[in-house]
């Protein structure tokens, strides 16, 4: 938290392949763990409902009591780094949500985002959001047809 940090910044609900299922854009000022309960809902009615007991894996900013009743109460189960100790990460290993945070800041109207309005901003994180699932989906598509081989050809 940088209380003195102009823009804006997102907090983003992904899938475990890095798809971005929900995101709430905020001030930069602002601390995250307020933002995770929209954050929550909103991903929840984009793809809806969240499953039950899905796990949920937060950075340290989430180490509060506040937070681990929140998630309880939707029924997620919290994997949570400690504050004061090491990422529970090996090294070389990074969070999906930062690989999606690096995919959000491939598109460069993102990282330089000069917008004043909400709802601007907004458009531009969701049409980077479709553009990374898109990207994700062609991806799983060329793999799987790479796994299943190719299709017979036509007589």
């Not at 938290?1 to 929900?22: E, F, L, W, Y």
């Not at 309880?72 to 400690?82: H, Q, T």
Request: net charge positive.
């Amino acid at each position: 938290m940088d209380r003195g940090k102009q823009g804006t910044k997102r907090s983003t609900a992904v899938d475990g392949k890095g798809i971005p299922i929900g995101s709430i854009s905020a001030a930069a000022n602002r601390h995250d763990s307020p933002l995770l309960v929209p954050t929550l809902e909103h991903a929840a009615t984009s793809v809806g409902g969240l499953p039950e007991e899905a796990s949920i894996h937060l950075d340290r900013a989430y180490d509060s009591l506040l937070t681990r009743e929140r998630l309880r109460e939707r029924s997620l189960i919290a994997e949570i780094a400690k504050k004061g100790q090491p990422a529970p990460l090996r090294s070389g290993q990074r969070w999906v949500s930062e690989r999606t945070n690096s995919w959000h800041k491939a598109h460069k109207k993102l990282l330089w985002c000069t917008e004043r309005v909400g709802r601007v901003i907004d458009f531009w994180v969701a049409f980077s959001e479709v553009v990374i699932i898109v990207r994700r989906l062609i991806r799983e598509g060329w793999m799987h047809y790479r796994w299943e081989g190719r299709p017979p050809r036509r007589p």
